[in-house]
């Protein structure tokens, strides 16, 4: 069938609206008709070149949601008319990560899901007849797509899916980061460095885990407004400062605070988050991608003096068990949605999405087909 599609030809070049072929399911997988998609800036990270998984030509785009077309054979999990939010975390519940009972890290689409391919090792996408590649298992920027059954999670459908398909990726990952990954604790001191949706949606958290302090900290002084209403108790430009910001979070805390996330992608603010931890048993964890070749280092007394570093993934949230509680969560108001969605744009004006997102002017730019 005839899809249009925004497609990443190459990298560092703005998306093309074409039409693209889309082949029916094979077995295991799932036609889905995507109506909404967020971009989140790991799809940036993908187009400007500095993904080693990234491929090209490919159909980029993870943060969606969208209703069951076509199943493939021995599909029984999800049927036409489903609506369903598709998952860059698979879960297929028999996996040795799966079973552990202690990740989220299904692997059972994973190595060809990182090649832009279904899990047979070919593409469902083709424009004249070339090839085009899949994108961590979802790739949302095409009105039709193909999935793995295991990349689906199926969700009520009275969500409103301009909002619900923040769940597929940005407001997820702050949340469980939270709750999963931290485990913050009642009266617990928080810094979130980086108030895109990730940061905001980490605030979010910690204001359900009932937190103490929770410290705002972003470049961008235009993000404190909402990272207030959001719940943030303090906010900080590090640029307001003439010394290391984890100085001047020590400072303002004493000792540190007891968990700290970095939510930007950069190497020296995940030093710097680290360092802000609280001696003795503060944490911190990485959730920003850094591009390929970085490295993060610290004085390794920082460790000795017990601070813990951590990282995660989809926030430890295992998609199909979880995420549908979570859609319900949002339907009755415990998970906020709308006031992330700063923009909405049809597909032919996605080009606009990535400019927002560049210039700091939205938090998620939700696009409709
Ligand atoms: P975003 O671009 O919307 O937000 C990033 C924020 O960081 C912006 O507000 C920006 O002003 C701020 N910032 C940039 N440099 C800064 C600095 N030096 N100090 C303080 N603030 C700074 O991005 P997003 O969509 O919220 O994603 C954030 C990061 O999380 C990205 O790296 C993305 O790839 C990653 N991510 C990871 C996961 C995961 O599962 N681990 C999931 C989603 C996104
Ligand atoms: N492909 C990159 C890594 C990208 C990455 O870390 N992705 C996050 C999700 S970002 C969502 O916006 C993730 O979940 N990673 C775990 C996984 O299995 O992909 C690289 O460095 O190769
Ligand atoms: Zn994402």
């Known amino acids: 069938m005839k899809s249009r599609a925004a497609v990443a030809f190459e990298a560092g070049k703005p998306l093309q609206i074409v ?17 909404h998609t967020a971009l989140c800036h790991t799809d940036a990270f993908t187009l400007s070149g500095d993904d080693p998984e990234g491929v090209f030509p490919a159909v980029l785009g993870h943060e969606g ?26 879960e297929c519940g028999e996996c040795l990560f799966c079973k552990s009972g202690k990740t989220n890290l299904c692997v059972a689409v994973r190595a060809t899901q990182g090649k832009g391919v279904m899990p047979d090792g070919t593409t469902r996408f083709s424009y004249n007849g070339e090839p085009i590649y899949h994108y961590m298992g979802c790739s949302t920027f095409s009105e039709y797509t193909v999935v793995a059954e295991v990349s689906l999670a199926k969700v009520n459908p009275d969500a409103n899916p301009e909002h619900v398909c923040l769940l597929g990726c940005g407001v997820t990952t702050g949340i469980g980061a939270v709750h999963n990954t931290a485990k913050v604790a009642e009266g617990d001191s928080v810094a979130v460095f980086g108030l895109g949706a990730i940061g905001l949606a980490v605030i979010q958290g ?9 410290i705002a900290i ?6 404190f407004e909402l990272a207030r209403q959001m719940g943030a108790t303090d906010c900080v430009n590090p640029r307001d400062h003439d010394k290391p910001i984890q100085e001047v979070i020590v400072e303002m805390t004493g000792w540190g605070v007891d968990h700290s996330f970095e939510c930007i992608g950069n190497v020296d603010v995940m030093r710097a988050a680290l ?44 998609g199909r068990t979880q995420l549908p509680g ?43 087909y």
Request: with cysteine; proline share 5%.
């Open 65 to 90: 949601a969208g209703i069951v077309v076509e199943v493939g054979e021995g599909v029984t999990s999800v049927k036409p008319g489903d609506h369903v939010i598709p998952l860059y975390t698979a």
């Open 218 to 223: 972003d470049t961008n002084a235009e993000k």
């Open 275 to 318: 360092e802000c931890a609280h001696r003795g048993w503060g944490q911190s964890v990485i959730i920003g991608v850094a591009g390929a070749g970085k490295e993060i280092s610290t004085r390794p007394f920082q460790l000795v003096t017990g601070r813990k570093w951590m990282g995660t993934a989809f926030g430890g949230v295992k």
């Open 206 to 214: 910690a204001v359900q885990a009932k937190a103490g302090r929770i």
């Open 19 to 35: 039409e693209i072929d889309v082949e029916p399911p094979r077995k295991g997988e799932v036609l889905v008709k995507i109506t």
């Open 326 to 368: 979570m859609v319900e969560d949002a339907m009755r108001g415990d998970i906020q949605l709308a006031p992330f969605v700063t923009h909405t744009l049809p597909l032919e004006r996605i080009n606009e999405a990535f400019e927002l997102m560049h210039a700091g002017e939205s938090i998620r730019t939700v696009i409709h």
